[in-house]
């Protein structure tokens, strides 16, 4: 099984950034479709944004586009999720997804992801 790490998230004031880190032991993620997902405080997890294998395709949440921007590296193996312009309604905890699939597809149902990080926390002060 893959082991999923996401690292970077914090305390922050509302309008500031922050830069999220997702890898994955031992894998290339050159072959993984990937996501990013969080969950508030007593509300469903919900999508945020996806990538595909080599990150020519992406797609965002409505409530994050224009602020937030993924990419990848797949020589260092990392996804990043850069957040600008945070809102206190963005705290949650941020979990890094992926999928084995080597197409132009990503993918907002979390059903369709395989393997999950722990996630990682972020927090926005108003």
């Known amino acids: 099984q893959v082991q999923v790490v996401e690292s970077g998230g914090g305390l922050v004031q509302a309008g500031g950034s922050l830069r999220l880190s997702c890898t994955a032991s031992?894998?290339?993620?050159?072959?993984?479709?990937m996501g990013w997902f969080r969950q508030a405080p007593g509300k469903e997890r919900e999508f945020v944004a996806c990538?595909?294998?080599?990150?020519?395709?992406?797609s965002y949440a409505d409530s994050v586009k224009g602020r937030f921007t993924l990419s990848r590296d797949n020589a260092k193996d990392t996804l990043y999720l850069q957040m600008n312009s945070l809102k206190a309604e963005d705290t949650a905890v941020y979990y890094c997804?992926?999928?084995?699939?080597?197409?132009?597809?990503?993918?907002?149902?979390?059903?369709?992801?395989?393997?999950w990080g722990q996630g990682t926390q972020v927090t926005v002060s108003s």
């Open positions: 997804a992926l999928k084995p699939l080597y197409t132009s597809a990503c993918f907002w149902a979390i059903g369709e992801y395989d393997d």
């Open positions: 031992g894998r290339p993620l050159n072959v993984y479709a």
């Open positions: 990538t595909n294998w080599n990150g020519a395709s992406t």
